[in-house]
């Protein structure tokens, strides 16, 4: 019984890595330097907690096998090793506080370094977004690089002022309510996370980024994309019956395509 | 009073005062205040609570693969939640809802700890009952309440919540962005009844352990069961008094108009929500604060069980007993201080990551600590393959399979990609879900013949052990492919999502589960016939020790006496693993077995 317990742990085991191994199930490629990193980590914990995996169950299953025979010897009566007990201590110590602190370095970058960066950027551009049950809405400031105020009275879906803006006051007359975001390739891109009603989650997999939208608060992210394309933002915060249908696109396009598509929107405004 | 007779295994004994034997039906099986009866009541529900957790998850899985096909008699069941036998997108977040609530609350804090832990935890420290009999009985009965206090919740205007187990608000705090409304009143009542149930279960677990050891038996001679349940009493008084303390605020934010989770200037739909300067984030600091300590509730004791039936069934001594008490309260400790780590795509200060994610990466070495001196215990042993044994060896490999999970999760850059995705739901399902239930397999296979003085079958134990611990790898392990695609958790389909509906591989992943985890389920009905059909016809056991162990349970006739050791209470001479000790004449050696018992007058270690 004892060998076969081995080999269905050993064949479990093995089963479970090989989709890891041959990336049959993958991640979709990052389009940023810091999504790259973000695998980077990824990586690096794979292959560390692989191996810690493999040997584990390995260790078990042949404890199973190798202690479960029928045999005359009697079991030991060792009480447990002190110095084997420190090693492995150690060793488990070493290996998760250090795969800790090099996460760390790429966390900061993530929602640091780089982010504060960006944010002193002058010629980033700016994009608001604002979850409700069950869309997302983005606000691009217009020509003035300004969003207006919002009033909470001034809200109507149907109208097409889903946020309230205030298309009276300055900042406000000038501003771009659209479904889908939209940005140039290679442009720092400051993103501001609200939601009017539930916790949302704004979630683009190839930018590997991921952040709540909390009512009452205002969440940052930014991002670089180096890749154009279509990508979809979808919700990662359960938020009602229509939450897994919750989602945009995120277009990453030329500079002149943008800038062809940003005019086009403008001509709406009053 | 039936005169009992002391085990001959017991070398010396104090006598103390005996309680009178309750007569009458009421007050011994349903009123009882004797912790065996109240054990057994707490497994008895559990059992319950498993089979509703489990159909709930079998309409998960049947929505996710067929979200548009009727399923017969469903219609009836729920005519609004699923008309015509079709679920619709909300009757599925309730269903995931209550198969989270059921399981968390009334499964896996219920067996390993009100089970089994009220049975054994007073005979295995020499004790004739709890430390406050009444007041156990008033915590079974607090739990009975919350049970149907969430069942009803299925049963009201507007069903059952669908804010997840999580109960994040808004969602759960504005009846305006869910269609449901007194269910999710149901929800926090039943959990805040639960939370009184488990505080007073906390108090008398921690001082019965305390106050009630026989003589001789010292901290450090302490079973390692005993060590988890005391840690987890200890966890659980300083958690449940948190969420019952959020439960209510949430309550009052629902139902009396304050804000202490919901900010101002909501709009639902068009309206505007009258409330005004809460923080959502604040609840899920509450909720994790418990909830994080809960994971080890629910996981300690498999681990004790685990510990325990290991070093019993390999003739070993635990390897490292004190490195192992270490790591259970290092668990304890540590388990208190991570809850941020569920967090950190909440919108809290990205500052505090840093500090939660170390801590939450210390906890893997305890962990670690658990695993290799597992191993080690088997190491050097004489393995006998007892359905107990198998599901102990099934505990270590899941544990290990769902602990690793959690190293991606705990630092906060790998988390981005992976939080609220199925690669958490494959991670907290291997080791707080089927792990803690393979330490309560292990436990009931183990303890059902002193406890009903029958064995349970060990051929369908053994084959409802095979196709379990296959099975429950099938669910679980493609899930985390699911995780890499990235597919969020709680979607009602995948068609909403492009990338999900392409050639992703999701549709025919989720296939794979679902027949997996039908077929699981299926087998369970083998573990419930075999449950009842050994407590009635089982193979009769009449020894009081047939495992050959070693603890004071196994001292006593079978199955137990009232007041457990019938007023003479046995004195503890040893530690509790001493199996295989060289010179002796058997190869274990009881805990109140003194010296000349184990290796025979005369001898050299006897004098």
Redo the contacts between chains.
């Keep these: 019984m004892g060998l076969l317990l081995a080999i269905v742990v050993w064949g479990i085991t093995l089963a479970m890595s090989i989709p890891f191994v041959t990336q049959t199930w993958w991640m979709p490629e990052p389009i940023t330097a810091l999504g790259r990193e973000i695998d980077g980590a990824f990586m690096f914990t794979l292959v560390f907690t692989g191996v810690i995996f493999l040997l584990a169950q390995a260790a078990l299953g042949y404890a199973v096998w190798r202690f479960g025979r029928q045999s005359d010897e009697p079991a030991s009566d060792s009480h447990g090793n002190t110095r084997l007990e420190i090693l492995w201590t150690f060793a488990a110590a070493a290996i998760f506080v250090g795969l800790a602190l090099y996460g760390y370095t790429v966390w900061a970058e993530t929602r640091f370094i780089d982010h504060k960066s960006m944010v002193q950027t002058e010629d980033r551009l700016v994009v608001e977004v604002t979850g409700q049950q069950f869309v997302w809405n983005m606000r691009y400031t217009g020509e003035d690089n300004e969003f207006g105020p919002t009033d909470i009275s001034l809200i109507d879906d149907a109208a097409g002022n889903p946020v309230g803006v205030d298309r009276s006051g300055p900042g406000g007359a000038d501003d771009i309510m659209v479904p889908e975001m939209r940005v140039p390739v290679n442009k720092d891109v400051e993103v501001v996370l609200k939601s009017k009603d539930v916790l949302h989650n704004f979630f683009v997999p190839e930018l590997r980024i991921k952040l709540d939208t909390v009512p009452g608060l205002v969440g940052k992210l930014a991002f670089k994309a180096e890749k154009e394309g279509k990508y979809e933002i979808v919700c990662s915060e359960l938020c009602g019956l229509g939450h897994y249908k919750m989602r945009s696109f995120l277009h990453v396009v030329s500079q002149e395509e943008y800038d062809a598509w940003i005019a086009e929107q403008a001509s709406y405004v009053f | 009073m039936t005169e009992v007779q002391v085990s001959p295994e017991v070398a010396e004994y104090t006598e103390v005062h005996r309680h009178p034997e309750p007569k009458s039906f009421l007050s011994k099986w349903i009123f009882s205040v004797d912790h065996k009866v109240i054990g057994i009541q707490y497994l008895l529900l559990a059992i319950v609570a498993v089979f509703v957790g489990m159909g709930l998850s079998l309409l998960v899985r049947l929505r996710l693969i067929m979200p548009e096909t009727p399923i017969p008699l469903l219609g009836a069941l729920f005519p609004v939640g699923a008309p015509d036998g079709v679920m619709?997108?909300?009757f599925y977040?309730a269903m995931l809802t209550m198969h989270g609530t059921v399981m968390v609350f009334m499964v896996l804090t219920t067996a390993p700890q009100g089970g089994f832990g009220n049975y054994i935890l007073p005979i295995q420290i020499g004790a004739a009952d709890m430390a406050f009999p009444r007041l156990n009985m008033l915590s079974f009965w607090c739990t009975f309440v919350s049970f149907l206090l969430l069942m009803a919740a299925f049963f009201v205007e507007g069903g059952a919540p669908?804010?997840?187990w999580t109960g994040?608000?808004?969602?759960s705090a504005?009846p305006e962005?869910?269609?449901q409304g007194i269910g999710q009143d149901l929800w926090i009542a039943s959990i805040a009844v639960f939370c009184i149930a488990s505080l007073l279960a906390a108090l008398n677990f921690i001082v019965t352990t305390l106050d009630l050891r026989a003589k001789g038996l010292t901290m450090m001679r302490l079973p390692l069961t005993c060590w988890t349940w005391f840690v987890t009493a200890i966890l659980g008084l300083l958690a449940f008094g948190v969420l019952l303390a959020a439960g209510v605020l949430l309550l009052l934010d629902r139902n009396v108009g304050t804000s202490f989770f919901v900010?101002?200037?909501?709009?639902?739909?068009?309206k505007?929500i009258d409330h005004s300067g809460?923080?959502?984030?604040l609840w899920q600091h509450l909720f994790w604060f418990f909830g994080h300590p809960e994971v080890y509730i629910a996981i300690l004791p498999g681990m004790g069980v685990t510990s325990h039936i290991l070093a019993t069934f390999?003739?070993?001594?635990v390897?490292?007993?004190?490195?192992m008490v270490y790591a259970i309260a290092a668990i304890g400790i540590l388990g208190f201080v991570v809850w941020g780590h569920h967090m950190f795509?909440?919108?809290m200060s990205?500052y505090s990551?840093?500090v939660f994610?170390?801590l939450?990466?210390?906890i893997?070495?305890p962990s670690?600590?658990k695993?290799?001196?597992w191993?080690?215990t088997?190491?050097?042993?004489?393995?006998r393959?007892t359905s107990p044994m198998?599901y102990s060896?099934g505990f270590?490999?899941l544990f290990?399979?769902g602990g690793?999970?959690g190293?991606?999760l705990?630092?906060?850059?790998?988390d981005?990609?992976f939080?609220?995705?199925y690669f958490v739901v494959a991670h907290f399902h291997l080791i707080m879900g089927v792990a803690a239930i393979f330490g309560m397999f292990a436990g009931l296979t183990f303890w059902f013949p002193k406890m009903f003085g029958r064995f349970m079958d060990e051929r369908l134990s053994k084959i409802h052990f095979?196709l379990t611990?296959?099975g429950v790898?099938a669910i679980f392990?493609p899930m985390?492919?699911?995780g890499?695609?990235?597919h969020?958790r709680?979607?009602?389909?995948?068609?909403?999502?492009?990338?999900l509906t392409a050639t992703?591989?999701a549709a025919d992943?989720h296939l794979f589960i679902t027949v997996s985890a039908i077929l699981t389920m299926l087998v369970q009905f083998v573990f419930l016939y075999n449950f009842v059909y050994s407590l009635i016809k089982g193979r009769t056991c009449t020894e009081d020790n047939p495992w050959e162990a070693t603890t004071l349970e196994w001292a006593i006739s079978t199955p137990p006496p009232h007041d457990n050791f019938a007023g003479k209470v046995p004195h503890v001479y040893r530690g509790p693993y001493d199996?295989?000790?060289?010179g002796a004449k058997r190869?274990f050696a009881m805990q109140c077995n003194d010296d000349k018992a184990v290796y025979g007058p005369g001898s050299a270690a006897g004098d």
């Design positions: 619709t997108p909300e977040l669908m804010s997840g994040y608000p808004p969602l504005v962005a869910t269609v900010p101002a200037g909501l709009v639902v739909s068009d505007v809460g923080s959502p984030i390999a003739r070993r001594t390897f490292g007993y004190k490195a795509v909440s919108g990205p990551a840093f994610s170390i939450t990466m210390c893997g070495v670690a600590i695993t290799f001196n191993i080690g088997m190491w050097g042993g004489k393995i393959f198998l060896i270590v490999s290990v399979s690793l999970s190293i991606f705990g630092q906060p850059t790998v981005l990609y939080h609220d995705t095979w611990f296959t790898y392990g985390h492919y699911l890499m695609l990235p969020p709680r979607y009602a389909e995948i068609t909403g999502v492009d990338y992703s591989g992943l199996f295989s000790l060289s190869d």
